[in-house]
């Protein structure tokens, strides 16, 4: 994480590791949620997702005024790792 807080982190964004979230399945998961904006559940991230892909895509999430990406393209294999994309609530 202190590789992507280097990368020149908006204030609005922060990571933090967590215990579990429950993917075992697919190991090396992620997640992205703010108030109001669509919530993001990556898993089986491997090594050819960089720290760099991780870093756009919250830049995205973080500017996107509901927290929907419309073009994924420039988060390169990170969006074949989506596992679930949860509206925001009404």
Not at 34 to 40: I, V
Not at 46 to 54: C, F
């Amino acid at each position: 994480m202190r590789v992507l807080d280097a990368m020149g982190t908006p204030e609005n964004i922060r990571y933090r590791a967590v215990d579990c979230l429950n993917a075992c399945g697919a190991p090396l998961a992620m997640a992205a949620q703010a108030d109001r904006k669509s919530t993001y559940l990556f898993t089986g991230i491997g090594p050819d997702i960089t720290p760099r892909h991780i870093a756009d895509f919250a830049r995205m999430h973080a500017s996107s005024p509901d927290g929907i990406i419309a073009d994924a393209r420039p988060l390169g294999a990170l969006r074949f790792c989506l596992a679930a994309l949860i509206p925001p609530p009404n």
